[in-house]
């Protein structure tokens, strides 16, 4: 059995930083691509991020490129986001994603339960 849970969201004023934490448990070894993907409140989800097994390729969403960074460290089965200069419009339930493959066409096949991030103005 595999789970993916979202912790670190939360309020924040415009311009400040909050950093999400995504903890597996279970199979760990079929989470070979991991991303991370948002909807905010009336819009469809969207992609935010993602990163290989390794760790050395990342890709981001032109709306948040030069402020998110994602990271992981597979010795604690974690995925994170440093999210900076968080604007209002970054406000939405954040979502991990986790992807068995490690090449070809992407296939996220395991989600988390989400969580709330609000940037007030």
């Known amino acids: 059995q595999v789970q993916l849970v979202e912790s670190g969201g939360g309020l924040v004023q415009a311009g400040g930083s909050l950093r999400l934490s995504c903890a597996a448990s279970g199979r760990t070894f079929s989470f070979a691509r991991m991303g991370w993907f948002r909807r905010a409140p009336g819009k469809e989800r969207e992609f935010v991020a993602a990163?290989?097994?390794?760790?050395?390729?990342?890709y981001y969403a032109d709306s948040v490129k030069g402020r998110f960074f994602i990271s992981r460290d597979n010795a604690k089965n974690t995925m994170y986001l440093q999210m900076n200069s968080l604007k209002p419009d970054d406000t939405a339930v954040y979502y991990c994603?986790?992807?068995?493959?490690?090449?070809?066409?992407?296939?996220?096949?395991?989600w988390g339960q989400g969580i709330q991030v609000t940037v007030s103005s």
């Open positions: 994603a986790a992807d068995r493959t490690v090449d070809g066409p992407i296939r996220y096949d395991y």
């Open positions: 990163i290989n097994w390794s760790g050395d390729s990342t």
